[in-house]
Structures are given as structure tokens and as C-alpha cells.
């Protein structure tokens, strides 16, 4: 019913820079909160930063100064851009999404994308 799906990961060395989009379809009404999440190797998943749908954001600490989280709400697409990538940032990325649905009824569906890996090389 409600779709996302990642791109833009792929190889990078440390120190460089690398964007990432999301983009959301589907028999969508609105969307609430998106964000970005991450999943290392041998690691739980954890958040990297979240945007609502008035723009306010929030980052993990580890990523502050770094990442910059956008999105634009009539392309139901999210961004982000990662700067300065370190080694440690190597991971899965995954995009989520509050998502308010009207059809077949009206509810939230919390979705999320099938994910798309960044590795970053010392």
C-alpha cells in the first residue's frame, strides 16, 4: 500500500561526502515524521537523525555536524546528505516514515525501506 524506497548509498573513502534520498508512494494522504536509521554489522539498529513534516530535526550525537537531514513534502521525498564520513558510519541506512493513509480506512502505518548500504573506507 505505502512504499519506500532508498538510494544513493554505495563506496566512499573517509572524509568524503555521499547523499542519500527516500522516496515514499503509495495511496499516501500525508506524512508525519520521517527519518534515517542505520544498522552496522553485528550491531543494533540505531537512529541517525528525524524530521517532521514542519522541518524540525534531530541527531545523534554521533553524526551532529555532519549529516544534514531535509525533505521535501510534495515529492514525498527525504534526504540526506553525509559529509565528513568516517569508517564508523559504515552501515545499512534505512528510511522511515509515519504515514497517515485514508483508503480502505483512515490510519498511520509506520513503514519502512528495504535499506541501502554505505561503506566507507579508511
Known amino acids: 500500500q505505502v512504499q519506500l524506497v532508498e538510494s544513493g548509498g554505495g563506496l566512499v573513502q573517509a572524509g568524503g561526502s555521499l547523499g542519500l534520498s527516500c522516496v515514499a508512494s503509495g495511496r499516501i494522504f500525508s506524512i508525519n515524521q520521517m527519518g534515517w536509521y542505520r544498522q552496522a554489522p553485528g550491531k543494533q539498529r540505531e537512529l541517525v537523525a528525524v524530521i517532521t513534516s514542519g522541518g524540525l530535526t534531530n541527531y545523534a550525537d554521533s553524526v551532529k555536524g555532519r549529516f544534514t537531514i531535509s525533505r521535501d513534502n510534495v515529492k514525498n521525498t527525504m534526504y540526506l546528505q553525509m559529509n565528513s564520513l568516517k569508517p564508523e558510519d559504515t552501515a545499512v541506512y534505512y528510511c522511515?516514515?509515519?504515514?497517515?493513509?485514508?483508503?480502505?480506512?483512515?490510519?498511520?502505518?509506520?513503514?519502512w525501506g528495504q535499506g541501502t548500504l554505505v561503506t566507507v573506507s579508511s
Open positions: 522511515n516514515a509515519d504515514v497517515r493513509v485514508i483508503i480502505p480506512r483512515d490510519r498511520y502505518l509506520e513503514v
